[in-house]
């Protein structure tokens, strides 16, 4: 597809829960981000992928939380034993490397998170 | 400590008006801004950036103005139309970088008929 898709759409879980959430990114973007966004909250970042590796994981809340991009091009967010606090839309988004790109980013529509 | 602030989370403007949404950031390595807009159930689509070199970049009904020394950007929309209702976010970056952008908490525009 042209855009960032995301799958699933809306999620409902149990507290306690493990959950995955996908993204595939615009093709030929090398960097890939995960973005949280809160209710009433600008996006918040979480990590950000530069092809495989995980150039900043810094935004990952805790240990709960991983991602991970074998290939280069899908990517994971992965959570473990959820909390309510953890609902929230999870963006995803890709953009082109160098400075030509302007480090503009392209979202995808998002994964609705909730905990129940 | 946020360090991308919009501080009017809300904006309701007559159709065929302008629109001013304002944004500051306290972070003085920033160098490359970027506006966002977000409908509903929708992620956020980009829609105009500026870098540090400039002062004012326009697309259309839609420019942005950079005060490097207020640290300070608004986002103007010239004529303002009721398509435009929306939720806009301010962005911050370092560029060439590919570093993380980091936003606002959104202002929300409304554009009444």
């Known amino acids: 597809g042209a855009g960032v898709s995301q799958t699933p759409s809306n999620k409902v879980t149990e507290k306690g829960k493990y959950v995955e959430l996908r993204c595939d990114p615009i093709s030929g973007h090398t960097a890939l981000y995960w973005y949280r966004q809160s209710l009433g909250q600008g996006p918040e970042f979480l990590i950000y992928?530069?092809?495989?590796?995980?150039?900043?994981d810094s935004g990952l809340p805790n240990d709960r939380f991983f991602a991970v991009r074998p290939e280069g091009s899908v990517s994971t967010l992965k959570i473990q034993r959820t909390e309510r606090g953890d609902s929230a839309v999870y963006l995803c988004a890709s953009s082109e490397t160098g400075v030509l790109s302007g480090n503009t980013i392209y979202f995808g529509e998002g994964s609705w998170l909730t905990v129940v | 400590d946020q360090q991308v602030k919009q501080n009017s989370p809300s904006l309701s403007v007559q159709e065929g008006r302008i629109s001013i949404l304002n944004c500051d950031y306290t972070?003085?390595?920033?160098?490359?801004f970027l506006w966002y807009k977000k409908y509903p159930a929708e992620g956020p689509t980009f829609l105009i950036s500026i870098s540090s070199i400039k002062d004012k970049n326009e697309d259309g009904r839609f420019t942005v103005f950079l005060n490097k020394s207020a640290k300070h950007l608004s986002l103007h929309i010239v004529p303002s139309q009721p398509g435009d209702s929306a939720v806009y976010f301010c962005a911050a970056s370092k560029l060439g970088g590919n570093t993380p952008l980091v936003f606002g908490k959104g202002t929300r525009l409304s554009v009444i008929a």
């Open positions: 972070n003085s390595m920033f160098d490359y």
């Open positions: 992928f530069q092809g495989t590796g995980a150039a900043d």
